[in-house]
């Protein structure tokens, strides 16, 4: 089946920098990639989605990049925020497939 | 309402009972899963439904564990005899259809469960 890792495991910024994430998936199969944002105490939240025949998608200061080729994509973060702290989670699957499979986690702190 | 529910929100248990979980989700969305996140970790995958029937569970842990969804909606996760490491955030997630090249999944709040 999938396998996603991700990397940083933990992302301290300071604010107004940029953070970045980046996971690898081991299935070229799979053609779907979300990024979650988890705050404290709630579910995740998809901020962001990249399907394979895409590049790379912006939205505001958020931005991902995908790389078929070598199965991996990446998460940007532009002139972050305090609100911006949070977990952030990849995942991946495939056009046939039904279980989207999650990354470990990135625990991103921004500082003031 | 307009997002997936889950109840309860928190639940403390003693070991050895058995506990149900609830999830309402999406109306309209015919796709259904569960997954666990243990404190400070990840996201792991336990059952998918697509309309009532299961073609995934490959993630259920042990069987102790089980899930059943009705009427192509409300979704039932037990867990019989719970033991310590149950303990940890059951969340229900839904989409609109099991092809997922697109389709976004929305996840609840989720059920904490502690047992002591």
């Known amino acids: 089946g999938e396998n996603v890792e991700q990397h940083p495991s933990t992302l301290s910024v300071q604010e107004g920098d940029s953070a970045v994430i980046k996971c690898t998936y081991s299935?070229?199969?799979?053609?779907?990639f979300p990024w979650y944002k988890q705050e404290l105490g709630k579910g995740p939240q998809l901020i962001i989605d990249?399907?394979?025949?895409?590049g790379e998608k912006k939205d505001q200061r958020i931005a991902v990049t995908l790389n078929k080729t070598a199965k991996h994509f990446s998460l940007h973060i532009t002139e972050t925020q305090p609100e911006d702290s949070a977990v952030y989670f990849c995942g991946g699957i495939k056009a046939a497939g039904n279980k989207l499979t999650f990354g470990g986690g990135t625990r991103v702190l921004v500082k003031p | 309402g307009a997002g997936v529910s889950q109840s309860p929100s928190n639940k403390v248990t003693e070991k050895g009972k058995d506990v149900e979980l609830r999830c309402d989700p999406i109306s309209g969305h015919t796709a259904l899963y569960w997954y666990r996140q243990r404190l400070g970790q990840g996201l792991e995958f336990l059952i998918y439904?697509?309309?009532?029937?299961?073609?995934?569970k490959s993630g259920l842990p042990s069987d102790r564990f089980s899930a059943e969804r009705t009427g192509e909606s409300v979704s039932t996760l037990t867990i019989q005899r719970t033991q310590q490491e149950d303990s940890a955030v059951y969340l229900c997630?839904?989409?609109?259809?099991?092809?997922?090249?697109?389709?976004?999944?929305?996840f609840g709040e989720g059920s904490w469960l502690t047992v002591v």
């Open positions: 997630a839904s989409s609109l259809t099991r092809q997922f090249s697109g389709n976004t999944i929305y």
């Open positions: 439904f697509q309309g009532n029937s299961a073609p995934d």
């Open positions: 299935d070229s199969a799979s053609n779907y």
């Open positions: 990249i399907r394979s025949n895409v």
